[in-house]
């Protein structure tokens, strides 16, 4: 059996049995969720991965993409919240002048979120508007400090998201840490990069999204890239493992139930083809075994951003009105459900 055909005769399993690994303690405790493109579902992904871990594990989710999807879909409308990630961030990159650091920069999920008040506790540090405009103040950070030799600095900066999120996650008693990162590199994805044990990397059955993939995948290696190379000035810094690859919007056009359509079929192989040209950031001997197939979420996920109701949660035949339609949650919504349990399970 090739690599492709293991891959979706494992989907199948998923989608027509219910199929997932056994559950055992989280390989990891801090997840990325990152890609270097736009629209390929990420947030809609980061939310409902952050409730399916909080089904057994404590969560401590940040959102550190500028754009805050994760953290309109968490704290729905209450966004007047009084500390965010740059609040906490500044102090620690840029020092005293601009203040002191919050000692606590969490909410707790289930007051906002009624579907987290069934599950184990989970918390967010909210994203920010401001994060637009970090990279400038990251890098002129980092820059002055590696033209002064001090590697020991240059550490420092690259470790503030982690030593940030791991004081949080120590003080709310969190298992497990996500970040929900921008499809930009540089800023705060970068940190959260550094921040990271394992990348969970969404892609979308399309070219832009296979470049992204195989950007990001040679970023992680490659010692002449911007990653490596300020790991490097740090006298070495660890590079997290790739957990999963997330094929996402895959089946639109299949007539066959667990059976993608032949342009899916397609893409899925070509992402098979750049994991194995990059196997030493994979912790499994075969990559195919972190590649996760995923459906076409369509109304589905749209509902479960929107709405705040993560989509193990949907109902089959409920109503939705969002943004001025009314949508119906139909049964492909089970295949979705199946999907996101096995991923977890991965994990």
């Not at 290696?221 to 740090?234: S, V």
């Not at 109902?315 to 349990?341: I, M």
Request: net charge negative; with cysteine; hydrophobic share 40%.
């Amino acid at each position: 059996m090739d690599q492709l055909d293991k891959l979706l005769e494992t989907h199948r399993r998923v989608v027509e049995e219910g199929f997932r690994k056994d559950p055992t303690d989280l390989r990891y405790k801090k997840y990325a969720i990152s890609t270097l493109r736009g629209g390929v579902g990420k947030s809609t992904l980061s939310f409902n991965l952050t409730y399916e871990l909080a089904r057994l594990h404590s969560v401590l989710a940040a959102d550190v993409c500028a754009q805050m999807n994760l953290t309109e879909t968490l704290l729905e409308d209450d966004l007047d919240v009084q500390v965010d990630i740059v609040k906490a961030l500044e102090p620690v990159l840029l020092g005293p002048a601009f203040g002191i650091a919050p000692s606590d920069v969490t909410y707790r999920i289930s007051r906002y979120c009624d579907a987290f008040k069934g599950v184990q506790p989970a918390w967010i540090v909210p994203g920010s508007a401001e994060m637009f405009a970090f990279p400038s103040q990251l890098y002129q950070q980092l820059q002055t400090a590696h033209s002064q030799q001090r590697p020991d600095a240059v550490n420092s900066l690259l470790g503030a998201l982690e030593s940030v999120l791991e004081k949080q996650a120590a003080d709310v008693g969190a298992d497990v840490i996500v970040m929900d990162t921008s499809p930009f590199y540089s800023g705060g994805t970068h940190l959260a990069w550094c921040a990271a044990d394992a990348i969970i990397i969404p892609v979308r059955v399309d070219e832009h999204s296979l470049d992204s993939l195989e950007l990001t995948l040679r970023m992680l290696t490659d010692p002449h890239k911007d990653f490596q190379m300020w790991n490097d000035r740090a006298h070495g810094r660890s590079t997290p493992k790739v957990a999963a690859i997330v094929m996402t919007m895959v089946g639109s056009k299949s007539r066959i139930r667990s059976t993608p359509d032949r342009a899916s079929r397609m893409y899925i192989e070509r992402a098979i083809e750049i994991a194995n040209r990059y196997p030493q950031v994979f912790d499994t001997s075969d990559p195919v075994d972190s590649i996760v197939v995923t459906d076409d979420f369509m109304s589905s996920g749209r509902i479960s951003g929107a709405k705040g109701t993560p989509i193990a949660n949907l109902k089959v035949g409920s109503f939705h009105t969002v943004e001025g339609k009314r949508l119906q949650v139909n049964a492909s919504v089970t295949r979705y459900q199946n999907e996101l349990a096995y991923l977890t399970s991965i994990l």
